[in-house]
């Protein structure tokens, strides 16, 4: 029997064994250098990136402060709503909460559809404005995949347009963008907090107690207005422009002694609870941000200062007559002449010619200064936003004509808080004090603005303003003495010089007039056809809101009792010393 003989294998060469080794060598080094590179090298990349898919930092917003007034009464307030938000994924792969969700967000499902696929790479979208938390719950009690809800607070202002220019508005990251909301948004805004959760892929929140950093709330701004008398204010200057078909106005009433605004107002306004109306011209606080010529309501500044040096007396007399006075190319007019007057005879008729004469006796120097003395030339410093600087130029500028118009109030720009600064000094013995649109901080004392002697003197002349004789005879209250001045100021002309159909009326005055505690100042802008002149058209506003402040404040008719203000911070500062003609006011 033959045996069988089976083929011997052949030895594997040298070199294929080496390529075999080298190339697991090979495969090994790439593995395990890849493996380095990613769990040493790449480590805190790879963990940061992959936080950023599950780790997510939840903001906790802050209560933002309340804006008060001066008697706690809300003018802003935040309250808590809900801002849903999707995960587009994760929602529409459940078409039947998709059609839910439209239905209580009062949107059709197709559009919705249409909007979350068009939005499908997204990780999270908002679909819709912040809701009230119990709409809120009401959607996330569906179960809709994908489906949640974020707190914020939503500003809500009770006053409404009453007192919406001066409050201001903030914008939907709760900022403050105008306004008091503005002007003390580091107070307001407190410091929101934070919490670190990890989250699934349809977006809930699997562990939430990661990191956590409480929210800090905002601190409460009380103001120094009054609500009642805002209202009022509001309500008169409204009506006022309404029935004389003005453009606009503008209405201040402020504490004579600490210079607390009491109320501010202006026309047209604008209601900050609606976001269509923000951008509208009615949110300007005219009172503060606005500039214009005073006209004739600077007369008793003048002659306070003509008082103050020595130059006139309360019975000096001044020849008016023939009821023009020429100064170079200007011929300053007087509508009613008057012949001969005294100061107070000046200030109750409102002569231009009596008024540009002190002016020229006093000098550019003189009549500068005595502007000066009562701020004219200065900022308010009040911290509201686009407040206006005024434009009281050097009188080394000034010539003989600058120097009369300046005497009854052109040439020169100023803000409604301006002069009403000014006449608080007349109100408080000759002491100015410094305006407050914010209650607290640090008292700033009054400076002085002219002695005691020479501020009762002019505050006695402008008593014969409110007479029948007078020019402001609408601007009486029954039962007090009030004293003040008129005024109707041309507008400049789009083409130069000034327009004599286009008027501001003003009147600014004090009650009581013997120991005056308010100031009060009304402009209303371009009256329409019935009449323009400060007398008649601004003064019976004042008339109104400063006798319901004065019953609302208890101010008797002496003006000794006033429980709801504070007396005059009794430490004075010195303060350093520093065209064409206008109808009858």
């Known amino acids: 029997m033959t045996a069988v003989r089976h083929p011997v294998a052949e030895p594997v060469g040298g070199w294929r064994r080496s390529f075999v080794i080298g190339a697991m060598a090979l495969g090994a080094f790439i593995v395990f250098g890849r493996a380095f590179q990613l769990q040493v090298l790449e480590r805190d990349f790879l963990t940061r990136e992959g936080n950023k898919r599950h780790i997510r930092t939840m903001t906790i917003p802050a209560h933002r402060g309340a804006i008060l007034d001066r008697r ?16 587009p994924s994760a929602l529409l792969e459940s078409p039947a909460h998709l059609t839910a969700l439209a239905k209580l967000l009062d949107r059709r499902p197709s559009e919705l559809e249409r909007f979350l696929k068009a939005r499908l790479d997204r990780k999270f979208v908002y679909v819709s404005d912040p809701l009230s938390p119990a709409e809120a719950k009401r959607i ?14 939503a500003r809500y202002y009770p006053a409404g347009e009453v007192a919406g220019q001066l409050v201001g508005f903030t914008g939907r990251d709760g900022t403050g963008l105008e306004g008091i909301e503005k002007a003390q948004e580091t107070v307001l805004a407190g410091r929101d907090g934070e919490r670190r959760v990890i989250r ?12 956590f950093r409480p929210a800090q709330p905002g601190e409460d701004v009380r103001l120094t207005i009054d609500l009642r008398i805002q209202y009022l204010a509001y309500r008169e200057l409204k009506n006022a422009v309404a029935e004389h078909r003005a453009k606009g106005g503008m209405i201040v009433v402020a504490d004579s002694a600490t210079g607390e605004v009491l109320a501010i107002a202006s026309q047209p306004g604008f209601n900050p609870n609606n976001s269509g109306e923000r951008m509208s011209k009615g949110a300007r606080n005219r009172a503060i941000i606005d500039s214009f010529e005073p006209g004739s309501t600077v007369k008793p500044l003048l002659v306070a200062q003509a008082l103050e040096l020595g130059l006139y007396q309360p019975s000096s007399l001044i020849d008016t007559t023939p009821g023009t006075f020429k100064v170079g190319a200007l011929t300053v007019r007087d509508v009613h002449p008057q012949g001969v007057v005294d100061l107070a005879k000046l200030l109750s008729k409102s002569s231009n010619v009596g008024a540009a004469k002190i002016g020229m006796t006093l000098g550019a120097e003189a009549v500068w200064s005595g502007y000066q003395r009562f701020g004219l030339g200065e900022p308010m410093y009040t911290g509201f936003p686009g407040e206006v600087n005024p434009v009281l130029r050097h009188f080394s500028e000034w010539g003989q004509i600058a120097t009369a118009t300046a005497s ?3 040439g020169f720009s100023l803000s409604a808080l301006h002069l009403l600064r000014a006449y608080a000094a007349l109100a408080n013995d000759g002491l100015m004090p410094q305006i407050k649109l914010v209650r607290g901080g640090l008292p700033m004392p009054p400076q002085r603005a002219v002695s005691a002697n020479t501020a009762r003197a002019v505050r006695r002349m402008l008593e014969q303003v409110v007479t029948p004789e007078g020019t402001a005879r609408r601007a009486a ?5 009030v004293a003040g001045k008129t005024g109707t100021v041309r507008k400049i002309a789009e083409t130069g010089g000034y327009d004599g159909n286009r008027h501001q009326s003003l009147f600014i005055g004090m009650v009581p007039a013997e120991r005056p505690r308010l100031v009060g100042l009304v402009m209303i802008d371009e009256p329409g056809p019935g009449g323009y002149y400060g007398g008649l058209v601004a003064a019976p506003v004042f008339s109104k809101v400063m006798q319901g402040a004065a019953r609302l404040l208890q101010i008797s008719p002496e003006g000794t009792d006033a429980p709801e203000l504070a007396p005059a911070v009794p430490h004075t500062v010195a303060f350093p010393l520093g065209g064409a003609a206008e109808p009858r006011s």
């Open 477 to 481: 209250i029954s039962g007090y003495r």
């Open 408 to 410: 009854y109030g052109y």
């Open 140 to 153: 996330l009690s569906l179960g809709a995949p994908g489906v949640f809800s974020e707190p914020s607070y």
């Open 72 to 87: 706690g009464e809300p003018l802003a307030l935040s309250a808590p709503v809900e801002t849903i938000w999707v995960v």
């Open 200 to 211: 699934d892929r349809a977006g809930r929140v699997v562990e939430d107690n990661l990191e």
